[in-house]
């Protein structure tokens, strides 16, 4: 059966301008080479006007998780949940990420869809995917404050994906750096992690 990967796209500056779609990219044609029955899907978070949930939407999902009549606020969360692979690519933006992604987590993190609590109150995860890429580039360093990442792989744990991974690339913006020269080690990486991941 094909391997059905989801490709979150959360480069807000652009397929010709950004650096982390550009490592994304190559990651993505590498790995679907080397596996070859895969088929992608994109979402392009800029294109994607998701709103952020306030009082009125909170309670219409609610309605649609328990009625299922509609679906307008749980699509999104339906469809997560059955994809085998997730790759997020993402710049880091003020420690994390930008808020596009956090809005797009919103949606997916759903009660009942892509989680749900056992008797006892334990959570018990219920996307399909086994794994997920998380793809990012900083124009300094990130250190031990890669918040973005660290939320993520928790998320995704909670929610079902046990084993999330990073493909990073850092100090892009930093003057005496050569952004291209960093960007070519980590595709230099991509190619190793792609044979693994
Ligand atoms: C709004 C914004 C916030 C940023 N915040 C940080 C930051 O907190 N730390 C950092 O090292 N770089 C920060 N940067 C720099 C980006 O991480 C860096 O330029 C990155 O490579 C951008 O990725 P892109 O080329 O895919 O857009 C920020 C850039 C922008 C536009």
Redesign the pocket.
């Known amino acids: 059966m094909a391997e059905n990967i989801l490709f979150v796209n959360s480069?807000?500056?652009g397929k010709n301008?950004?650096?982390?779609?550009?490592l994304s990219d190559f990651f993505i044609k590498k790995y679907m080479e080397s596996k070859k029955d895969c088929v992608l899907k994109e979402i392009i978070l800029d294109e994607l006007n998701l709103k952020p949930f306030n009082s009125d939407m909170i309670e219409r999902r609610n309605i649609e998780v328990s009625e299922r009549k509609t679906d307008e606020l749980i699509s999104l969360a339906i469809e997560f949940a059955k994809f085998d692979t997730i790759i997020v690519?993402?710049?880091?933006?003020?420690?994390s990420f930008?808020s596009m992604l956090r809005v797009f987590y919103e949606h997916i993190s759903v009660s009942g869809i892509t989680f749900k609590y056992e008797k006892d109150g334990t959570p018990k995860g219920l996307c399909k995917a086994k794994k997920a890429l998380y793809i990012?580039?900083?124009?300094?360093?990130?250190g031990d404050n890669n918040y973005g990442y660290e939320y993520t792989k928790e998320l995704f744990n909670f929610i079902g994906i046990k084993n999330t991974y990073i493909l990073k690339?850092?100090g892009?913006?930093i003057e005496e750096n050569n952004?291209d020269d960093i960007i070519d080690k980590a595709i230099k990486e991509a190619e190793v992690l792609g044979e693994k991941f």
């Open positions: 480069c807000i500056r301008v950004s650096r982390t779609y550009k690519a993402t710049p880091y933006w003020d420690l930008p990012t580039t900083s124009g300094g360093y990130m690339a850092e892009l913006d952004a």
